[in-house]
């Protein structure tokens, strides 16, 4: 089996992680797990990009150095990763000693070859971007990817020659026709080569604008372009040039991108490595976006979703399953709630879950818990190890491709084949007719196939599956199993080993309840009383104090108000709370305080509070007042402190 090395792209840390990065990462989770139970030895690399005018931008908005800030969110990152059942040899930032060494020797070894000349270069910059757009790529004279007018830079710099690449870049992707894929992507690069002559590189940007980014080791005056730099990070993991993770994984790189970054990752790496004398990468593996309601997920339409609170609700399991299963890999794909809780119910819950809850239950009843040792074969069963050879075939072959979605509902195929194979044998019938020979074959045919389902979700599944697996009577162990193998051994389940009474790893789920809508004045105002007279004669009602502890308080400076420009009673209110971007609420306090009033005030939010639009305006915590008389007043503390220091 050949080694594997998977990368994720290395996520900026200008924003908090979000389902996108999360889908990315337990993808590479996935194909990481699969390719290890495969038998090959693997390497699984994620990390964070820490530099460029984004980064210090953001941090400046935060008021951090550049440091702090990449420090903080590069840690969000680092600690999401285990809550996600993610299992990386190792975690990037390029803010390291050992890469920039690296980003160092390989710009003065493309230079020395000649590949990097020094010229004067105008154009239009997007800082959003970090990149400069020809005439040809604006729309409307906007960047096509922010929609705001760039600025006409024009400034001495380094040019790397990407055009001297083009055509052997071309011939490459015409040989190796899984060398970008999904085949739309491929596509879309060949027509990209074809369309006309790429452009030099600008791989510099001068210190006198930006000097968070890694010196040119040939012109101290500069710094590196964020991706030149960030792009290298794949080869610093491995030790290049000397380490033996090089000279082992280098050959079996696989890159997972979503189709943002397939240009840098398409057309600048493979020239990039081709310049630095540097075999190409294995394959790059190109996925489409996660969209809410058919848009993207932004942070300024508040629809992002966060995989926290996602595994926290549903579990870690089958959110990893759900992700794997709804999106077709290369396609975009829809998220919601809905959505998930439809797949989870139908998949998890009625086909995995019910087949191991009857299978075990079963074996209870008719053999006190025993692996019972198969006697009669009947054509039934060869039927159903035939399903079975063809969906495990299915799922591996998919699996390997990528084509994960495909792969799962392969498998499926034998879930439910052995839910309607218990139908069609009725075991309960061969109990009454005490036809133990065959109904002893029945139970060990579904409990050794369940082994081999149970094995075969671990990439997706990992701790389900070993949780499974325990079930059946068995310790996983990466190393003793093959799922190569599973394809031929049939019996590895052993007769009179004990398995579990009940499963219920995949209970039913319902979606969340609604907030309920908001009561009428007079409902509201009878409710109220009727609380009154309640509490008057129960005493008073207390709060568990765990539900105290469910509330997240945090103290905030206020950066800027402004009126609602919709509704004369609200302000919206931008808080900083120490994290990458301040929070805007939108708060009913217009006719007590006039927004310069509230300018650098210390305030109380309600951190947690579900973010909603308030008359199409994003609210995202709640302000804590209290009422005096006809005035209102703002809870603060008594001194100064760090914005996002947590009351409790
Ligand atoms: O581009 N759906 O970092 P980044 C699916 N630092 N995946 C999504 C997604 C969505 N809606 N949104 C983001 C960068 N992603 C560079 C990479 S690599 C040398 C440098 C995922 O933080 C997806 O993997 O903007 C996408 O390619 C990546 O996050 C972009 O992360």
Redesign the pocket.
Known sequence: MENFYI?????????RP????A???IVADSISRFHKLMGAETYFLTG??EHGDKIVQAAEANNQSPQEYVDTISGLFRNLWPDMGISNNDFIRTTEPRHVKVVQEILQKVYDKGDIYFGEYGGHYCFGCERFYTEKELVDGLCPDHLTKPEYISEKNYFFKMSKYQGWLREHILKNPDFIRPERYRNEVLSLLESGALEDLCISRPKSRLTWGIELPFDKDYVTY??FD?????LTALEYPEGDKFGKFWPVAN???????LK??AIF?PTMLKAAEIEPYQHLNV?????IKDT??SKSLGNVVEPLKMKDTYGMNAFRYFLLREMSFGQ?SSFSEEALVGRLNADLANDLGNLFNRTLAMTHKYFGGNVPAPEVEDVIDAEIKKLGQDAMQSFQDNFAQFKFSRALEGLWELVRGLNKYIDASAPWTLFKEKNMDRLSTVIYVLLENMRKIALHVWPVMPDASEQMLEQLGLSFDVNKYNLAKELDVWGLLESGSVVAKTSNLFPRVELPEPKPEAPKAKKQEKAKKAKKNESAEAGPTYAEFEDFTKLDLRVGTVLDVEPHPDADRLLLVRVDLGEAEPRQVVAGIAEFFKPEELKGKQVVLVANLKPRKIRKQLSQGMILAVKSGDGLQLLTTTQPVEPGSKAS
């Open positions: 990368t994720t792209p290395i996520y900026y840390v200008n924003a979000h389902l996108g990065h889908y990315t990462t964070t990009d964020v991706w960030a792009l290298i990070n794949y890159h997972i991108v979503a189709k943002d970054i840098p990752h790496w996925h489409g976006y996660w969209l993207k997920m975009d």
